[in-house]
C-alpha cells in the first residue's frame, strides 16, 4: 500500500478545514487514511478523494468500498450522484464530509495496539497472547487487523494473515481469517451496524476478496445471517490407533534437518508434486519458505518433522508433521504425492506407537477426508465449518466449494 505524506504533529495541531487526496487509488489503504484524516479534520471537515481508476484492481469495487470505509469513520459522501463523482473518461471524485462521531471507533491495527489487543484477548478466550506469537502471526507484513473502539477501549479486533494459495492451479492469496474477538461486554450487538460487522466487514473490502478461517458453528451462523460467510466446506477428525513400533521393511522416517539445504530442496520437490495432484482443488502453499516459519519458528509449540522414505532406494515419499498431544499423537501436515498417503500413515501410526502414545488422529476438510479414511481410519465430526467470503460478491467465491484442502497445521491455533 503506498504511504501518504501527512503534515508534521505541530502543524496537525493547528487543524485544517479539507484534505485533497490527488491521485487517490487502490494502493492506498483507506482504513489508515480515514484514522488520519479523523486526526487532521475539525467536524465539517471536508475529504476529496480525487484519482483514476487502475486498468485492473482485485476487487473491481474497491472505490465504493472505501467511501463505505470512510462512512464508518464518521465521513459521509456529499456527491453520491454518478454524474458528480466523475472527472474524464477514467477518473473519479469523491466528497465526503466529517459529519458524525461513530459510536465505535474503527481502527486500523499497529504494533502499539499490541496491549490493548493482549487484554481483549485474554477476556475472550481466558489465556494470554504473546507478543512473539502476536509477531509471529502479523509481523513483517504477514497479516493485518482492524479493531472497534468505545470510549477509548478496544472492544472488538478482526484480523487475518496473507496466506499463499492455488486456486486449481493457479497461485493466488487468501486472507486467513483469526483471533476473531467481541468483548463479552458487547456480543449482544450482534447487528449489521455492530462492532463485529464492522470489523469484518472493512477487513474483506481491504483484505479481500478471497478469505477463509476456521469458526466454530455459532460464529459461522452469525457471519452467515449478516452476509459476511457463506459455507464451503467442513472440518472432520481422523483417527487411527496407534500400531506396532517394529521397523517397516518398505519405509523408514527419519527427522528432517531443518538446517540441510538437500532437505530443503526435498520438501520443495514433494510439495510440487502434491500441487500437481490438487490443481482442482484449492490448497494452502505448503513449500519449505511456508513450513519453515509455520512449524520450526512457531514461538511456542514444537512439533516433530519427519522425511519418509523408501528404506532401500532413499527415494523420498513424503514429509510428516506431528505433535504430541496428551496420550495421542496429531498429525498436522502432510507434504506428499497424494498416491503416498497409506505409506505416511503407516509410519505415523508406528511412530505414535514408538512413543507410547494411543492413537494417531488428523484434521481434514471433509471432500477430501475418503484418503485418510481408507488408511483405516474413523471419521468423527467437529464443530468447525469452513466459509469463504462472500462480503464483496467476488465471482470466484463459488469455486472453493468443496475444493479445500486443509489440516489442522493450515490454522493459527494447532
Excluded at 7 to 35: C, M, V, W, Y
Excluded at 283 to 291: A, F, P
Aim: aromatic content about 10%; some cysteine; proline content about 5%.
Amino acid at each position: 500500500m503506498d504511504q501518504i505524506g501527512w503534515p508534521a504533529a505541530e502543524d496537525a495541531a493547528k487543524g485544517f478545514g479539507a484534505a485533497i487526496l490527488q491521485g487517490f487509488s487502490n494502493r492506498i489503504h483507506p482504513l489508515a487514511l480515514f484514522n488520519q484524516l479523523d486526526r487532521l479534520l475539525p467536524m465539517d471537515g471536508v475529504v476529496v478523494l480525487d484519482g483514476e481508476y487502475p486498468l485492473a484492481a482485485r476487487m473491481p469495487h474497491w472505490l465504493d468500498h472505501a467511501v463505505a470505509i470512510g462512512a464508518r469513520c464518521g465521513f459521509d459522501e456529499q456527491s453520491p450522484e454518478p454524474d458528480e463523482v466523475l472527472n474524464a473518461d477514467s477518473g473519479f471524485v469523491r466528497v465526503l464530509r466529517k459529519s458524525v462521531v461513530p459510536r465505535w471507533q474503527i481502527r486500523h491495527v499497529i504494533s502499539d495496539d499490541f496491549s490493548n489487543i493482549a487484554t481483549l484477548f485474554h477476556e475472550v478466550f481466558g489465556h494470554p497472547l504473546s507478543r512473539d506469537l502476536w509477531v509471529w502471526k502479523y509481523g513483517q507484513g504477514r497479516g493485518n487487523a482492524a479493531t472497534a473502539a468505545r470510549n477509548g477501549v478496544t472492544i472488538a479486533h478482526y484480523g487475518g494473515m496473507y496466506r499463499d494459495i492455488l486456486l486449481c492451479g493457479t497461485p493466488e492469496w487468501a486472507f486467513q481469517i483469526c483471533d476473531v474477538m467481541v468483548h463479552p461486554e458487547e456480543r449482544g450487538v450482534m447487528t449489521r451496524k455492530g462492532p463485529f460487522l464492522l470489523t469484518a466487514a472493512t477487513s474483506a473490502e481491504i483484505y479481500g476478496p478471497l478469505g477463509f478461517g476456521f469458526p466454530n458453528a455459532r460464529a459461522m451462523l452469525v457471519a452467515e445471517k449478516m452476509g459476511l460467510y457463506a459455507e464451503v466446506g467442513q472440518l472432520v477428525s481422523v483417527t487411527w490407533p496407534s500400531s506396532a513400533p517394529g521397523y517397516r521393511w518398505r519405509t523408514r522416517a527419519r527427522a528432517l534437518n531443518a538446517h540441510n539445504e538437500s532437505d530443503h530442496a526435498t520438501v520443495d520437490a514433494l510439495w510440487v508434486t502434491m500441487a500437481q495432484d490438487l490443481q482442482q482443488d484449492v490448497v494452502g502453499v505448503r513449500d519449505w519458505n511456508y513450513l519453515e516459519h509455520r512449524y520450526v519458528h512457531h514461538p511456542h509449540n514444537h512439533y516433530e518433522l519427519l522425511m519418509v522414505t523408501m528404506r532401500w532406494s532413499g527415494e523420498p515419499l513424503g514429509l510428516l508433521v506431528l505433535r504430541r498431544v496428551e496420550n495421542a499423537c496429531e498429525l498436522l501436515d502432510v507434504v506428499a504425492p497424494l498416491k503416498n498417503i497409506p505409506l505416511l500413515i503407516d509410519q505415523a501410526r508406528r511412530v505414535t506407537g514408538l512413543w507410547g502414545l494411543a492413537s494417531l488422529y488428523c484434521w481434514i476438510t471433509k471432500n477430501q477426508a475418503q484418503r485418510f479414511i481408507d488408511c483405516g481410519g474413523k471419521e468423527e465430526a467437529i464443530n468447525i465449518s469452513i466459509p469463504t467470503s462472500c462480503w464483496t460478491d467476488d465471482p470466484r467465491a463459488h469455486l472453493f466449494k468443496n475444493r479445500w484442502w486443509l489440516m489442522a497445521g493450515d490454522t493459527d491455533f494447532r
